[in-house]
Every structure is written in structure tokens, then in C-alpha cells.
């Protein structure tokens, strides 16, 4: 079992930091019915690992804006993932977890997650962009908590040498507190309330009474069960 640090970039970790983007790239996007092809992403990464583009790197290390946290998981001295996270004036951003493919399915994308709830605004909603295809993706932030917005959109950064975009989607996870357990909350502070005033019936505890305690016991347990579940997830 490999043991994973989540650790800051260092400067003399650009070229396995550019060898994690170009393999996770290579891995994912290649896509026939969005018409990007395997050339498409060596030719977004044909000056990768150019000493020029390597030094900006480096000097870009000690220059994160206090907004910006990008972290790197080390097995040894190897880095095999990264993850950019950004506070927005509005919204917080989990911009980036990419993972190189032999490591996929070890808790790493979990370990960054976590590292990232730490250092957003807690009381702000979290966004991530994702490519519409990229299934396995989709599927990790959904069982995050995250959901579709519906928003569809390209970027002109991401614009192919062929002329293909990446489609993509935003999903979103939401900080405020779940309405449903709200209600439920109140539900049962007013039951409780009215089981009070008749459990001294003289003539014993009537249909209402019944009724009123399982409705609070199965709103208790709706609300313990899905904060548990959002405790797990994150």
C-alpha cells in the first residue's frame, strides 16, 4: 500500500507536475464525437516541457495569491497528482484534481477534497467545471454532494488545434443548510409541543399522540442520516 502525502508544490516539482496534466489529458479527453483527437492534446502540450516553460512554472510557485491553494500528492519523492482550489468574491472554485491514471481509485481525489474544504470560505458554495464526457469525474463530485446546474459552456482557452472545444458543465455544492432538514426541525419541535400537552390525558394517549411520535422519530432520523451522509462525504 502506497502512502500518499498532500504537500505545497516546490519549485523542482514543475516536470512531474507537467507529466501529471499531459498523462491525465492523454487519458481523458481524447474524444471522437467531440472531435478532439490524441494530437489535439500533444499539441496543447508540445512546449510542456520546454526549459522556458518550466522555469515560468517554478518562478509561478512562490507567487500564489492568498485566494489561490494548488497542492501536490507525493508517493516518495514522485508527484502523481495536483489540486488548484480558488475564493472567488462570490463563489469558492475547486478548479483542478487531476490524478495520474495508475493512481486513480486510492482516496487521493478524497484527500485533495478535503484540503480544499479546509481552505474555502465555509459559508460560500463550492463550483467545479467539468467536461461533459468525462464520466468518471462527473461521478467522483457527485458522490461528493455535488450536482448539475445545468449550465452548459466552452472556453476559448481550451479551443483545439482541429477547432474542437471541450463541452463543458458546471455542478455545484451547495454550503446553506438543507431545507428539507430545516422543515423536519420544525416539524418536530411543534409535534413534541403537542405530545406534551396530551401525554396527561386522563383518558390515555390518543391517535395523535401516536401519530406525532413517529413522525418526529422519522424526522430525527432523516436529519441524523443526512448529516452523516454530508459528514462522510466530505
Given at each position: 500500500?502506497?502512502?500518499?502525502?498532500?504537500?505545497a508544490?516546490?519549485?523542482?516539482?514543475?516536470?512531474?507536475i507537467?507529466?501529471v496534466?499531459?498523462?491525465?489529458?492523454?487519458?481523458?479527453?481524447?474524444?471522437?464525437?467531440?472531435g478532439?483527437?490524441?494530437?489535439?492534446?500533444?499539441?496543447?502540450?508540445?512546449?510542456?516541457?520546454?526549459?522556458?516553460?518550466?522555469q515560468?512554472?517554478?518562478?509561478?510557485?512562490?507567487?500564489?495569491?492568498?485566494?489561490?491553494?494548488v497542492?501536490?500528492?507525493?508517493?516518495?519523492?514522485?508527484?502523481?497528482?495536483?489540486?488548484?482550489?480558488?475564493?472567488?468574491?462570490?463563489?469558492?472554485?475547486?478548479?483542478?484534481?487531476?490524478?495520474?491514471?495508475?493512481?486513480?481509485?486510492?482516496?487521493i481525489?478524497?484527500m485533495?477534497?478535503?484540503?480544499?474544504?479546509?481552505?474555502?470560505?465555509?459559508?460560500?458554495?463550492?463550483?467545479?467545471?467539468?467536461?461533459?464526457?468525462?464520466?468518471?469525474?462527473?461521478?467522483?463530485?457527485?458522490?461528493?454532494?455535488?450536482?448539475?446546474?445545468?449550465?452548459?459552456?466552452?472556453?476559448?482557452?481550451?479551443?483545439?488545434?482541429?477547432?474542437?472545444?471541450?463541452p463543458?458543465?458546471?455542478?455545484t455544492?451547495?454550503?446553506?443548510?438543507?431545507?428539507?432538514?430545516?422543515?423536519?426541525?420544525?416539524?418536530?419541535?411543534?409535534?413534541?409541543?403537542?405530545?406534551?400537552?396530551?401525554?396527561?390525558?386522563?383518558?390515555?394517549?390518543?391517535?395523535?399522540?401516536?401519530?406525532?411520535?413517529?413522525?418526529?422519530?422519522?424526522?430525527?432520523?432523516?436529519?441524523?442520516?443526512?448529516?452523516?451522509?454530508?459528514?462522510?462525504?466530505?
Amino acid at each position: 500500500m502506497k502512502t500518499i502525502i498532500i504537500d505545497a508544490p516546490r519549485p523542482e516539482d514543475v516536470s512531474d507536475i507537467q507529466t501529471v496534466f499531459y498523462k491525465t489529458w492523454l487519458a481523458t479527453y481524447p474524444n471522437e464525437e467531440a472531435g478532439i483527437t490524441r494530437e489535439d492534446i500533444e499539441d496543447k502540450f508540445k512546449d510542456a516541457f520546454s526549459e522556458e516553460t518550466l522555469q515560468k512554472r517554478r518562478e509561478s510557485m512562490s507567487k500564489f495569491p492568498d485566494n489561490i491553494q494548488v497542492r501536490v500528492a507525493r508517493d516518495g519523492d514522485r508527484v502523481v497528482g495536483i489540486s488548484r482550489s480558488v475564493k472567488r468574491s462570490d463563489v469558492n472554485q475547486l478548479q483542478t484534481i487531476y490524478v495520474l491514471p495508475e493512481y486513480q481509485g486510492q482516496g487521493i481525489g478524497h484527500m485533495f477534497w478535503k484540503e480544499s474544504l479546509q481552505f474555502f470560505n465555509d459559508k460560500k458554495d463550492i463550483i467545479v467545471h467539468v467536461v461533459t464526457y468525462n464520466q468518471p469525474a462527473i461521478e467522483f463530485y457527485k458522490k461528493l454532494g455535488f450536482v448539475d446546474t445545468g449550465k452548459r459552456f466552452t472556453e476559448e482557452r481550451h479551443m483545439m488545434k482541429s477547432g474542437a472545444f471541450f463541452p463543458e458543465m458546471e455542478m455545484t455544492f451547495k454550503r446553506s443548510k438543507n431545507p428539507t432538514v430545516i422543515l423536519f426541525g420544525v416539524v418536530s419541535l411543534i409535534l413534541s409541543r403537542i405530545f406534551f400537552l396530551f401525554i396527561n390525558d386522563p383518558e390515555g394517549p390518543n391517535l395523535l399522540v401516536v401519530v406525532g411520535l413517529v413522525l418526529i422519530i422519522f424526522s430525527l432520523c432523516y436529519g441524523i442520516l443526512y448529516l452523516w451522509k454530508r459528514n462522510k462525504l466530505s
